[in-house]
């Protein structure tokens, strides 16, 4: 692996803070693939993809704030996509990157949806990961039941165990592939003991959603969508319970008229951690 850890200055309504994120492949490319994870996941989710395309691009793959080495907010309810977009505006501006493709993951697809809809948007490439403007609530609720948990584990493997148990639905990995998936997000405490790479308070504006809240929310998502102009790639986990059948086909319907491409045995969300799902982000960006 061949890559930089750097950081990224970023402003808050209360101050400022840091995003970490790798950079891959050569800095002086002006290609550049901005890859974003989901809600508590971490820019290694992207190692492979970016092993993949480092030759092609430069890869940038941030901590979203408040998960892996970036720093946590200390007004919890700002953890919402408006203030994860201020960051990214910031870190393009900090790798030098006017135009980019990008890969979003579940969050990282909806920090991308309000990216693309900017007039003078710098995505010319879009790729949406088991992600849409119609979030199922239940699904949502379910996210929101263990997010907050503070789980702590004496010994890795239990901790392996649990976070392979409550991802069951990225589909079918080796052990080899979960035991990663798991230590990249996970770290030792002062005492030793396993916990999340994420802070916990990441759970409050989950759980303090509605009904009436997400309604208003998806409104807005989906007017956003209507303004995206750019090339549209959507991946759906074919078992996903947070992407519905109904809202792929109308994103294919509507505003940038996705490309749809399932993949099967795989719920929410595909991980592109295997070659045949890398080769659906390389075929789409590359061709």
């Given at each position: 692996?061949?890559?930089?850890?750097?950081?990224?200055?970023?402003?808050?309504?209360?101050?400022?803070?840091?995003?970490?994120?790798?950079?891959?492949?050569?800095?002086?490319?002006?290609?550049?693939?901005?890859?974003?994870?989901?809600?508590?996941?971490?820019?290694?989710?992207?190692?492979?993809?970016?092993?993949?395309?480092?030759?092609?691009?430069?890869?940038?793959?941030?901590?979203?704030?408040?998960?892996?080495?970036?720093?946590?907010?200390?007004?919890?309810?700002?953890?919402?996509?408006?203030?994860?977009?201020?960051?990214?505006?910031?870190?393009?501006?900090?790798?030098?990157?006017?135009?980019?493709?990008?890969?979003?993951?579940?969050?990282?697809?909806?920090?991308?949806?309000?990216?693309?809809?900017m007039k003078n948007s710098p995505i010319a490439k879009l790729i949406l990961n088991d992600?849409?403007?119609?979030?199922?609530?239940?699904?949502?609720?379910?996210?929101?039941?263990?997010?907050?948990?503070?789980?702590?584990?004496?010994?890795?493997?239990?901790?392996?165990?649990y976070i392979r148990e409550i991802s069951a639905s990225f589909g079918p990995h080796?052990?080899?592939?979960?035991?990663?998936?798991?230590?990249?997000?996970?770290?030792?405490?002062?005492?030793?003991?396993?916990?999340?790479?994420?802070?916990?308070?990441?759970?409050?504006?989950?759980?303090?959603?509605?009904?009436?809240?997400?309604?208003?929310?998806?409104?807005?998502?989906?007017?956003?969508?209507?303004?995206?102009?750019?090339?549209?790639?959507?991946?759906?986990?074919?078992?996903?319970?947070?992407?519905?059948?109904?809202?792929?086909?109308?994103?294919?319907?509507?505003?940038?008229?996705?490309?749809?491409?399932?993949?099967?045995?795989?719920?929410?969300?595909?991980?592109?951690?295997?070659?045949?799902?890398?080769?659906?982000?390389?075929?789409?960006?590359?061709?």
């Amino acid at each position: 692996m061949s890559f930089q850890r750097k950081t990224v200055q970023c402003l808050s309504p209360l101050g400022l803070h840091n995003m970490s994120y790798k950079e891959w492949g050569d800095p002086n490319n002006s290609k550049v693939l901005i890859c974003v994870h989901g809600i508590t996941r971490v820019s290694d989710d992207f190692d492979g993809v970016a092993q993949a395309l480092m030759q092609e691009y430069r890869v940038i793959c941030p901590d979203v704030v408040g998960r892996g080495q970036s720093d946590w907010l200390a007004n919890p309810q700002l953890y919402q996509i408006p203030q994860y977009v201020s960051d990214m505006v910031t870190l393009l501006a900090r790798v030098n990157a006017e135009t980019v493709h990008w890969l979003g993951t579940s969050m990282g697809g909806l920090i991308g949806i309000g990216m693309a809809a900017m007039k003078n948007s710098p995505i010319a490439k879009l790729i949406l990961n088991d992600v849409g403007p119609t979030l199922d609530f239940d699904a949502l609720l379910r996210i929101g039941e263990y997010l907050g948990k503070d789980m702590r584990f004496n010994q890795f493997d239990d901790a392996v165990n649990y976070i392979r148990e409550i991802s069951a639905s990225f589909g079918p990995h080796t052990d080899a592939q979960w035991h990663k998936m798991a230590g990249d997000v996970l770290k030792q405490n002062s005492q030793g003991e396993w916990v999340r790479h994420y802070d916990l308070s990441l759970a409050i504006p989950v759980r303090a959603a509605t009904k009436e809240t997400v309604e208003i929310g998806q409104k807005m998502l989906w007017l956003a969508y209507d303004a995206i102009t750019c090339p549209t790639l959507l991946v759906r986990g074919s078992q996903s319970d947070l992407l519905s059948v109904d809202t792929a086909k109308q994103m294919q319907e509507r505003g940038p008229h996705a490309t749809l491409v399932e993949i099967e045995g795989v719920g929410h969300a595909p991980m592109f951690v295997h070659p045949q799902q890398i080769d659906i982000v390389k075929n789409f960006l590359l061709t």
